[in-house]
């Protein structure tokens, strides 16, 4: 499937978009170069399933951020950037994470490839010429 944004205004209609799209996954691996906005999408997510604005930001430093919806969901936001060694993202628990059947969003994941389920679903934000995104999924 493929989800048009043309700017920075339709970001939460793309959101919604995603969501109403994603069925009972659980696990998105969100792809795209440095700067392409997938923390952007991720905290417009967050928003759309009920996550206080100023409580999203990227987990660059923690490498997890837990998010918790309006009714209590939580969902975690993954940076892994920093992750050199995929036994480093074992010794966190990210296959906790994986099994506990919330939300995942990750970023950099081919950082951990090996330990990624196979219910994993790789989300591609490419960043066209005019400035606009498109996510393929």
């Not at 970001?11 to 440095?34: H, L, P, R, V, W």
């Not at 940076?79 to 060694?85: H, K, P, T």
């Amino acid at each position: 499937m493929k989800i048009e944004i043309k700017s920075i205004n339709e970001i939460d209609k793309a959101a919604q978009e995603f969501i109403d799209a994603i069925g009972s996954d659980t696990i998105f691996a969100f792809n795209g170069e440095m700067g392409a906005g997938k923390t952007t999408f991720i905290n417009a997510l967050c928003r759309q399933l009920g996550v206080e604005d100023d409580s999203t930001g990227s987990p660059t430093l923690a490498i997890v951020n837990e998010y918790r919806t309006c009714t209590g969901r939580p969902i975690y936001h993954f940076d892994l950037y920093r992750i050199d060694d995929p036994t480093e993202a074992l010794d966190f628990g990210v296959e906790d994470y994986f099994d506990s059947g919330e939300l995942c969003f990750l970023e950099w994941a081919e950082r951990i490839e090996p330990l990624l389920p196979d219910n994993v679903v790789a989300v591609d934000i490419t960043v066209n010429p005019d400035g606009s995104r498109t996510l393929s999924f």
